[in-house]
């Protein structure tokens, strides 16, 4: 029986193996050296907020491994070896596989800042990370300050986190405004109000120097490259992006770059060795996304493809419309198609914006100023329906017809206020002006 | 490593997330509500009763309004969970217990040891002790001195309206959440507690009726007593009676079939509004697991069908013979209780035997052969009593273990043990009926919005009624349940947008998925064909 060896236990790992099973007999092992059993990432900050405890982030329960014959291996892999097909791990021993699927995920960022490995310096990635969270910031008396650096998605999530527990907070982030590289202006300015709402110290623009110890080798402050302020603190949060876990790969065979190098089919160099979600990097980006999708749902349809693939059924990874969501403390954000932030869009994307009074629900739509199609649309504190804009995208609506429909597109829970009118009469006032 | 299971009995726990000053203030206050009701437990004679329980139900619920004003206005509006699962009360943590004991206790005096709240237990058969206290405001409503029902009554609508106003507080961004809870403080206050007390002044021969608890959450409905107290009462009776039959036969499956089974159960219901307000804390601590799901499938229907056999029964004994004398004979009445059975159980059969499954499907088999075997052996055999049991016996079996221990002991008592849904959960058999129509015959359902899940686990964890709501939505699946009371707190916890309650067309409203929407459309068309 051919054995099919997933190292990772994350959602593309799973994913993979699940599908496995449904389409055949194949001998499974998942190894993972984080945790015995899957568990939700993206549900990590709920269980410090206590909203939710560890066990309920795991989507399954614990039978339904043995229940499915997939083998779950805890233990770290040291090397692979793929002229032998051997895995071998830190604790010495092997594991033979027939086909290996790298599923690894990512690691936070580290640039070379002076203390990034002092005690009380974390990511927010790993379950370990969040362990490490609770030891140095289990409230306000151990942690009276905390410092994030880098303002993106996990940066925000962990602002959000320590505010849960009343630990003051500084969030340093590099860019002029929250996350601009990714959203429009408008959005990302309301999201910086909605940040100082919730009483965090935010500072845009402004970069992290150092960060120095106490005698115990203990966080004591950070330093501010532009003004050299220096703010004492118990705990630094390293959020400044994330890259593809794959060190213990380097020197195999298979070939790297920032991430696993892939092709459409998410094969590796080598045969028989795949790689899928956050760690592997395609040869070419496919459309507008990145070569590197370090996304929850890409990792999931990864999983989903490949398991066909090894299964007989070769596919290439092909992935729809482009998707995404989050939320930033109170406001939730959702996006389907693309919608590029000044920066990045290019010349003939236009977008209408529209913003509540109350600061807290706006939306973006992006469109071909020469054609009028619709590109995509970045919705915060109003919830639309994935399937319609789908199916919109695939129809290559204009925006017209869009901005007409939107009440189609709602997705706000039963009696929630609508602002579809109110929108539609901005859209038309805004062209008829422009 | 444990997150943070260290459970402090102090009121000043070394946390962060310690109450606030004024949240102690008004703790205090609330406490010294109690505490009147203490004296009063235990005997203490009140000069003037009405000013005292105005002192006392004031206190409880000003210190409710302030404790949660304190907890949710000074902060933004959004989900407010931080902490459940730290805190001892809301975690089965001491305070949990302590809180589970006291209710349990509570219920137990109630249901069996009401002499021990002092009903009838001063000279002429006057109330004494807490009862007592409750006099006056019996005497305004309705004339008459209070009894245990009055008591609990009182204190169970006080409740609502004032953990409701904090649930409302807690969900002011919410206007579905704002509604539902106005809806469950309305029908408690006005028909649960008022109106049967003015139907009284105004008839007191009349048996006393929460005209929105129907058959067979109100099993004792179609008793003798009480039928003939509704014949006997003119217009009124009658109306009241029919209102009854209506009630199960018309008004709720069409209810049912429009929106779902939470019209009732999280809009209408009593047992549903304590639940939905007071219980809300406790919420997350209903079980997920699998086994949980299969012991609350056998359960709740082995309830209800204990509550239609014993209902049936009491209803033969008292109908006559003789047809010239009342068309509705006991024999008339096993045929009518037979065929309608039988043409509930064909239709499920014919039309949807695909949706079953395979326990169900047996359940549903076992319980008609076993129904439809009594009432064969009925008028084959010579015994005078349907069922081999006297009616009498199985009417307080069903009222002291369903109506008594299970409803309110371990329904109520055990909140923050089990969940504040346990009943309506596992026995209930009202949200049985309406369940298995909601699965069946109805136009709502949970949508699940494509491909957007994140598996964070936020809609399983606070769903009360244990449904593991992430198992669909992760497949990008609908979620049609039987048990599912349509709260709406699994969308309003979602933090992607995911899941979104509504009433639609009957078609694809079960829609399982292999590939989720967002992959490659070729994908997902040869994976879901199958």
Sequence with gaps: MEHIVIIGNGISGVTTARHIRKLSDKKITIVSAETDYFFSRTALMYIYMGHMKFEHTQPYENWFWEKNRIELKKGYVKTVETTSKTLHFADGDTLQYDKLVVATGSKPNKFGWPGQDLEGVMGMYHKQDLDKLEEHAPNNKVCKHAVIVGGGLIGIELAEMLNSRSIPVTFLVREDSFWNGVLPNGESEMINRHIKNHHIDLRLSTNLKEIRSDENGNVKSVIIEETGEEIECNVVGLTAGVSPNIDFIKDSEIETGRGVKVNRFLETNIKDVYAIGDCAEQHEAIGNRRPIEAVWYTGRMMGETLAQTICGNRMQYNPGHWFNSAKFMDIEYQTYGWVFSERSKQDNEAHFHWKHEDDTKCITVAYDKNTSKFLGINTFGIRMRHDVFDRWLTEKRDVDYVMNNLTEANFDPEFYSHYEAEILSAYNQELQTA | ?530
């Design chain 2, 1 to 530: 490593m444990s997150n943070k299971l260290n459970h402090s009995m102090s009121l000043a726990k070394p946390d962060a997330l310690d109450i606030t000053t004024k949240q102690k203030v008004a703790l205090a206050i609330g406490i010294a509500g109690l505490f009147i009701l203490t004296l009063a437990l235990l005997n203490t004679d009140f000069p003037n009763k009405g000013l005292f329980l105005s002192l006392s139900l004031g206190l409880i619920t000003v210190g409710t309004i302030l404790y949660s004003r304190e907890a949710y206005l000074t902060k933004l509006e959004g989900i407010k969970n931080d902490g459940q699962w730290f805190k001892s009360d809301s975690s089965r943590g001491v305070w949990g217990w302590v809180l589970g004991i006291i209710l349990t206790g509570f219920y137990i005096v109630l249901y069996f040891f009401e002499e021990l709240l002092g009903l009838g237990q001063g000279i002429n058969g006057t109330n004494t002790g807490l009862i007592s206290l409750f006099d006056p405001l019996s005497q305004l409503l309705s004339g008459r001195p209070a009894s245990q029902w009055f008591v609990y009554g009182t204190l169970y609508t006080v409740a609502i309206l004032a953990f409701g106003y904090k649930f409302m507080l807690k969900y002011r961004h919410n206007k579905y959440q704002q509604l539902r809870t106005g809806s469950v403080m309305f029908f408690q206050l006005g028909f649960a507690f008022l109106i049967p007390e003015f139907m009284y002044r105004m008839n007191s021969d009349l048996p006393y009726y929460d005209l929105k608890n129907m058959w067979p959450l109100n099993y004792y409905n179609f008793e003798q007593y009480r039928v003939d107290s509704f014949i006997n009462n003119g217009n009124i009776g009658m109306a009241l009676l029919i209102l009854g039959v209506a009630s199960i036969f018309i008004i709720s499956p069409f209810l049912t079939y429009k929106y779902g089974k939470r019209w009732y159960c999280s809009w209408v219901c009593g047992c549903g509004g304590l639940a939905e307000t007071a219980g809300d804390s406790f919420r997350h601590l209903s079980s997920k697991k699998m086994s949980a799901w299969k012991l609350e499938r056998w359960l709740i229907h082995t309830v209800l069908v204990f509550s239609v056999v014993m209902t049936t029964a009491v209803i033969y004994t008292y109908l006559g013979y003789d047809p010239d004398k009342y068309w509705l004979t006991r024999e008339v009445f096993l045929i009518s209780i037979g065929a309608f059975l039988t043409i509930v159980f064909a239709v499920i059969m014919i039309f949807k035997r695909n949706e079953l499954g395979k326990d169900a499907k047996f359940g549903a088999i076992g319980y008609f052969v076993v129904i439809g075997l009594l009432i064969a052996m009925h008028f084959t055999g010579t015994t005078e009593q349907v069922f081999f049991i006297k009616a009498g016996a199985l009417k307080s079996a069903y009222g002291f273990y369903i109506g008594s221990i299970f409803s309110g002991v371990i329904g109520t008592g055990f909140y923050p043990i089990l969940g504040n849904r346990a009943w309506c959960r596992f026995g209930c058999p009202m949200a049985g009926i309406l369940g298995f129509q909601q699965r069946m015959f109805s136009k709502f359902r949970i949508t699940t919005n494509g491909g957007q899940c994140i598996s964070c686990g936020n809609c399983s964890n606070s769903c009360e009624m244990g449904i593991d709501v992430r198992h669909y939505a992760q497949k990008g699946e609908n979620i049609v349940r039987s048990s599912c009371v349509g709260c709406g707190i699994c969308s309003a916890v979602c933090p992607r947008g995911v899941l979104k309650l509504e009433n639609d067309s009957m078609k694809g409203r079960i829609n399982p998925t292999e590939v989720l929407l967002g992959n490659d459309l070729d994908l997902m068309e040869l994976v879901n064909q199958k």
